[in-house]
């Protein structure tokens, strides 16, 4: 009898302990189902909240490029700072989201690729970049060093017809550091042409001084705060303001027009926000039309 009634204890213990590892087991499992089940829709969620912000980011990049295109049809032969496109829009609520952006003019800028012509190196070219660079603090002999590697490296990449894209590629030439580009980098743009028109209208102090010969930076500045305060209507205007000061500019280094913008949106849906970053082109002689061309777009 006794050894019976331990084999019944040891099956009723084993039978209890059995059972509580199944019902252990699956609270487990059901809380790992209802875990799995938060995650899948976190996970849908944030998709959703990313598409959402990515409408929103192509939505201000349409409102960004109306406003180009209105802006040439309503004043084709001028771009200056104190038009609309030049207007930064705050982070604005939109649609269960937020949206803001700017625009920068680019034809400011001096253009890395215009260092190279169709024929060969632009000579012209290469001495504003020279001056530039010294401007932004590197010695006259590295100045030059690094144009001529600019010049080579474009030269070499001629026949594939590659051009400098990014500003930031400058750091794949000999010689460019992160800190030399980070200076450049509110003063040169990569633009997909050979030209360098440059919009007197917007470009910066240091630019200016560049590009004008005998310019000095504190001149510069002051025509700047000038031209702030008035506009230049034309290169005429320019040529006319800086004989004032006894100095003389070539007719075809200045333009008051801009070709080249650069859009930067931000979108926020939910848990996710979009940064875009888009080069534009707003050429009606090339596109039969004032809406500007995408050149290349980041989404960052």
């Known amino acids: 009898m006794i050894s019976l009634t331990k084999a019944s204890s040891s099956q009723q213990g084993a039978a209890v302990i059995m059972a509580l590892f199944t019902v252990a087991l699956v609270a487990g499992i059901a809380t790992t189902l209802v875990s799995n089940l938060g995650v899948a829709m976190n996970y849908v969620e944030g998709r959703h909240d990313q598409a959402q912000a990515k409408q929103l980011a192509r939505g201000a990049l349409d409102w960004a490029r109306n406003v180009l295109a209105d802006d040439f049809q309503n004043n084709a032969e001028i771009d200056h700072f104190g038009e609309a496109w030049a207007v930064r829009v705050p982070p604005t609520p939109v649609e269960e989201g937020q949206m803001s952006g700017e625009l920068q003019d680019m034809s400011g800028r001096f253009n890395l690729n215009s260092l190279v012509a169709a024929e060969g190196p632009n000579a012209k070219n290469a001495e504003i970049f020279v001056k530039l660079l010294g401007l932004n603090g590197v010695p006259q002999n590295e100045a030059q060093k690094l144009s001529s590697a600019v010049q080579q490296w474009l030269m070499k990449n001629k026949p594939t017809s590659t051009r400098l894209v990014d500003v930031k590629e400058l750091l794949s030439i000999k010689g460019f550091t992160p800190e030399v580009v980070t200076r450049l980098s509110a003063s040169v743009a990569a633009l997909p042409t050979e030209e360098n028109i440059i919009n007197a209208n917007t470009a910066p102090a240091l630019v ?64 996710s926000m979009i940064r875009m970053e888009v080069l534009l082109d707003r050429s009606p002689q090339l596109y039969g039309s004032a809406w500007p061309a995408i050149i290349w777009q980041k989404t960052l």
């Open 208 to 271: 200016l001084a560049a590009a004008v010969q005998n310019l000095s930076i504190d001149l510069a500045r002051q025509v700047v705060a000038e031209r702030n305060r008035t506009w230049f209507k034309d290169a005429s205007d320019l040529k006319t303001r800086l004989a004032n000061h006894q100095l003389e500019i070539g007719s075809s280094t200045f333009g008051v027009m801009s070709r080249f913008f650069l859009a930067t949106v931000r979108a926020k849906y939910g848990v």
